[in-house]
């Protein structure tokens, strides 16, 4: 087996969106993060709140939010999951991925370890990242800094050796004292050290510790459990009055729809989000909805840009809820020897041009079994589009909503100038059984023809006169 331990540092401020100025995080009056300008100012974790503002007084204060840092955790976890299926929580900032068995799927352990990193930096997060035979000693490794990988358990002396014992958790103070009077600051100086001593001195955790860290004893962890439905809520630092500004927190939710949506091999044609308000209004919801169900975290999020640029807020939002329960099994698919992937490359343009134009504004057609060329045809969603029709003659995709009416010179039909017949007629005679609503009973000679700006239509005469009824591309 092969563990990777993400350590989140930053997670206490992770939480609050990204600023430039100055930002910490603080409880009890103690500085527990801080961002690059922060500590560019001087700023480090542990100082005191007022020794901070005294090293930069416009700095922004945030109060920590042990819920949001575990709400963002859980979303970490759940997209964690696109990489592995083997996810357990380690602690209040760590995550553990069971990595052995999917090294070849993403190309190996380097290409695999860049696209964890990749992943977290486009969700404007930071991890640590400890690579170790067993559990424990990835999180030491973690704790450390140390993101040089130990890939054999026989390394493992060798490479916990240099840490310091502080990466072992649950010392009492009264322990660390007795530690610094034995001269031990090493986990190497307290691997040197006799099993019954330890246990006598520290009790029957550390030797265990020890012991399970270089892989002698089993160390089971409680596997993350996955929601079988999708329904992650995540809490805004502060209320929000404009569309745009929803990206920040919204993207995270997809990040971990992706991952969620990865492990299942499925994926999804609708989703939903929830916009919370205060004072007890309703929740707004916002629908985005693609046209083949997909996985892809770059289509989910081009599709919420979109929607977002065009839609207004009816009142500032304070929590956001990201909703999926109608995940599809994604289906295999074979490589196309004569271009068919064209077809595949026109579901992220009719995604856009839905985000941008609504959802009545783009949708597929399905041929119906009808005669009649305005009746052949009907609306449906992209996905049902197809269909077989009634064989006929040339016939242009391009219809008139209603056929118009052309003017005649010398019994010769004109539309900007005299029209030549190329092909025809077709006669058309159909309808008899329906009214006037449904098409109703016509009788129709459709011809090819052509005028002197070179344009191709597709015109017919009846018992009222010429009319054009459609245009060849």
């Given at each position: 087996?092969?563990?990777?331990?993400?350590?989140?540092?930053?997670?206490?401020?992770?939480?609050?969106?990204?600023?430039?100025?100055?930002?910490?995080?603080?409880?009890?009056?103690?500085?527990?993060?801080?961002?690059?300008?922060?500590?560019?100012?001087?700023?480090?974790?542990?100082?005191?709140?007022?020794?901070?503002?005294?090293?930069?007084?416009?700095?922004?204060?945030?109060?920590?939010?042990?819920?949001?840092?575990?709400?963002?955790?859980?979303?970490?976890?759940?997209?964690?999951?696109?990489?592995?299926?083997?996810?357990?929580?380690?602690?209040?900032?760590?995550?553990?991925?069971?990595?052995?068995?999917?090294?070849?799927?993403?190309?190996?352990?380097?290409?695999?370890?860049?696209?964890?990193?990749?992943?977290?930096?486009?969700?404007?997060?930071?991890?640590?990242?400890?690579?170790?035979?067993?559990?424990?000693?990835?999180?030491?490794?973690?704790?450390?800094?140390?993101?040089?990988?130990?890939?054999?358990?026989?390394?493992?002396?060798?490479?916990?050796?240099?840490?310091?014992?502080?990466?072992?958790?649950?010392?009492?103070?009264?322990?660390?004292?007795?530690?610094?009077?034995?001269?031990?600051?090493?986990?190497?100086?307290?691997?040197?050290?006799?099993?019954?001593?330890?246990?006598?001195?520290?009790?029957?955790?550390?030797?265990?510790?020890?012991?399970?860290?270089?892989?002698?004893?089993?160390?089971?962890?409680?596997?993350?459990?996955?929601?079988?439905?999708?329904?992650?809520?995540?809490?805004?630092?502060?209320?929000?009055?404009?569309?745009?500004?929803?990206?920040?927190?919204?993207?995270?939710?997809?990040?971990?729809?992706?991952?969620?949506?990865?492990?299942?091999?499925?994926?999804?044609?609708?989703?939903?989000?929830?916009?919370?308000?205060?004072?007890?209004?309703?929740?707004?919801?916002?629908?985005?909805?693609?046209?083949?169900?997909?996985?892809?975290?770059?289509?989910?999020?081009?599709?919420?840009?979109?929607?977002?640029?065009?839609?207004?807020?009816?009142?500032?939002?304070?929590?956001?809820?990201?909703?999926?329960?109608?995940?599809?099994?994604?289906?295999?698919?074979?490589?196309?020897?004569?271009?068919?992937?064209?077809?595949?490359?026109?579901?992220?343009?009719?995604?856009?041009?839905?985000?941008?134009?609504?959802?009545?504004?783009?949708?597929?057609?399905?041929?119906?079994?009808?005669?009649?060329?305005?009746?052949?045809?009907?609306?449906?969603?992209?996905?049902?589009?197809?269909?077989?029709?009634?064989?006929?003659?040339?016939?242009?995709?391009?219809?008139l909503p209603r056929p118009q009416a052309l003017g005649e010179r010398a019994g010769v039909p004109?539309?900007?100038?005299?029209?030549?017949?190329?092909?025809?007629?077709?006669?058309?005679?159909?309808?008899?059984?329906?009214?006037?609503?449904?098409?109703?009973?016509?009788t129709r000679d459709y011809f090819v023809a052509s005028n002197p700006r070179g344009e191709w239509?597709?015109?017919?005469?009846?018992?009222?006169?010429?009319?054009?009824?459609?245009?060849?591309?």
């Open positions: 087996m092969l563990w990777l331990c993400l350590r989140f540092p930053c997670l206490a401020l992770e939480v609050f969106p990204p600023e430039s100025e100055p930002a910490v995080v603080v409880a009890l009056q103690r500085v527990q993060a801080v961002n690059e300008a922060a500590q560019a100012a001087g700023i480090q974790p542990g100082l005191r709140l007022a020794s901070a503002l005294a090293l930069a007084p416009g700095l922004q204060v945030h109060e920590r939010q042990p819920a949001r840092e575990a709400a963002w955790l859980h979303m970490l976890a759940c997209w964690s999951e696109a990489f592995t299926p083997q996810v357990s929580l380690a602690a209040e900032d760590e995550l553990l991925l069971e990595i052995g068995g999917c090294l070849r799927l993403f190309g190996g352990l380097p290409a695999l370890r860049e696209r964890v990193r990749a992943g977290l930096v486009e969700q404007g997060s930071f991890a640590l990242q400890g690579l170790a035979p067993t559990p424990l000693a990835a999180q030491w490794l973690a704790r450390a800094g140390v993101e040089a990988p130990c890939l054999g358990a026989d390394e493992l002396p060798a490479a916990l050796g240099p840490l310091p014992v502080q990466v072992i958790d649950g010392f009492t103070q009264a322990q660390q004292r007795t530690l610094a009077a034995l001269g031990v600051r090493s986990l190497g100086d307290l691997l040197a050290l006799p099993a019954a001593g330890l246990q006598r001195r520290f009790g029957a955790g550390l030797p265990l510790q020890l012991a399970q860290a270089l892989g002698e004893r089993p160390d089971p962890r409680e596997a993350f459990v996955f929601p079988e439905v999708f329904a992650e809520r995540l809490e805004l630092p502060a209320k929000v009055s404009e569309a745009a500004m929803l990206l920040f927190a919204l993207r995270r939710l997809l990040a971990a729809l992706a991952g969620w949506l990865a492990a299942r091999a499925s994926g999804l044609s609708t989703c939903r989000i929830l916009l919370e308000h205060e004072d007890g209004l309703t929740a707004s919801e916002l629908a985005l909805s693609f046209a083949e169900p997909t996985a892809d975290l770059a289509r989910f999020e081009r599709v919420l840009r979109e929607r977002l640029e065009h839609y207004r807020l009816t009142a500032p939002v304070w929590r956001v809820q990201l909703l999926a329960d109608e995940a599809q099994p994604l289906a295999g698919r074979s490589l196309g020897l004569f271009g068919q992937e064209a077809a595949q490359a026109l579901a992220p343009v009719i995604e856009r041009l839905r985000a941008r134009l609504g959802e009545a504004a783009v949708h597929g057609l399905a041929c119906v079994a009808d005669h009649r060329p305005e009746c052949a045809s009907r609306a449906v969603p992209e996905a049902q589009a197809g269909g077989s029709a009634v064989a006929a003659g040339l016939r242009p995709l391009w219809l004109q539309h900007e100038g005299a029209i030549l017949r190329l092909a025809g007629p077709e006669r058309i005679e159909s309808g008899w059984w329906s009214d006037a609503g449904q098409g109703g009973d016509v239509l597709w015109v017919f005469r009846d018992a009222q006169g010429w009319w054009l009824h459609g245009v060849f591309a």
